[in-house]
């Protein structure tokens, strides 16, 4: 059973996005809700979405995963980069079959 998946370093596109790039630089909390936003709006309906962001450097992050709508969102845990969080789910994913 093959099942399509976007998994999206989140800090990444924000910062190739030619618009939410300028909107980061003057409040980067602002642009990763709109960012999010999208996102939401993107995965109705859709394949299944994750965006990760890196928490790495956070102490509070636990890495939990948080939902809006169809859309997956995940802060790396305290330590643990974005890139490792998406290479997990990618490797998970295609031992599924996935």
Partial sequence: MSREHYLIDGYNLLHAHPVLSAALKQDMDAARARLV?????????????????????????????????????????????????IEGLARRFRDRGE
Wanted: hydrophobic share 45%.
């Fill in 37 to 85: 936003a999208e996102l939401a709006g993107f995965a109705q309906g859709g394949p299944r979405t994750i965006v990760v962001f890196d928490g790495a450097g956070n102490p509070a992050s636990d890495g939990a995963p948080h939902h809006l709508g169809a859309l997956t969102i995940i802060f790396s845990a305290a330590g643990t980069s974005a890139d490792a969080v």
